[in-house]
C-alpha cells in the first residue's frame, strides 16, 4: 500500500520559512517523479515545484521560483520543499504526489499518489 505523508507545515509570519517533507512508503521511491501542489480555499490546485526521480528535472512556478527549493533524497524515501520569503499569498493546504513518468506534469489527475496534505498559513 503506497502511503505519502506531509510534514512541517504550520502558521508563520510573512518573511519566515518552512520545510516541508514527504516520506513516501510502498512503492519503489527512486523510479517516481515527485511534486509539490498547493490548494487555496477556493482555487484549484495549482503545481508549485516538481522534480524527476534522479533530479535532473526541477520545475518550480513562477510565483514561487526564487524562494521555494525542492530536493529529495532517494535513500530515505523522501521529498522536501524549502520555502523562503514566504507571503500571505503562499497560504494553502500542500499535498505531495508521485506520478512514474515527466515530472512536469501540471494536470493533477495525472498524478498517481496524493499524501493528505499539510496546512500553510502565512499572516501578514
Known amino acids: 500500500q503506497v502511503q505519502l505523508g506531509e510534514f512541517g507545515g504550520g502558521l508563520v509570519q510573512a518573511g519566515d520559512s518552512l520545510r516541508l517533507s514527504c516520506s513516501a512508503s510502498?512503492?519503489?521511491?527512486?523510479?517516481?517523479?515527485m511534486a509539490w501542489f498547493r490548494q487555496a480555499s477556493g482555487k484549484e490546485r495549482e503545481l508549485v515545484s516538481a522534480i524527476s526521480r534522479s533530479g535532473e528535472t526541477i520545475y518550480y512556478a513562477d510565483s514561487v521560483k526564487g524562494r521555494f527549493t525542492i530536493s529529495r533524497d532517494n535513500a530515505k524515501n523522501t521529498v522536501y520543499l524549502q520555502m523562503n520569503s514566504l507571503k500571505p499569498e503562499d497560504t494553502a493546504k500542500y499535498y505531495c504526489a508521485a506520478r512514474i513518468g515527466a515530472a512536469v506534469t501540471y494536470n493533477p489527475v495525472l498524478w498517481n499518489y496524493w499524501g493528505q496534505g499539510t496546512q500553510v498559513t502565512v499572516s501578514s
Open positions: 510502498g512503492l519503489i521511491f527512486s523510479i517516481y517523479s
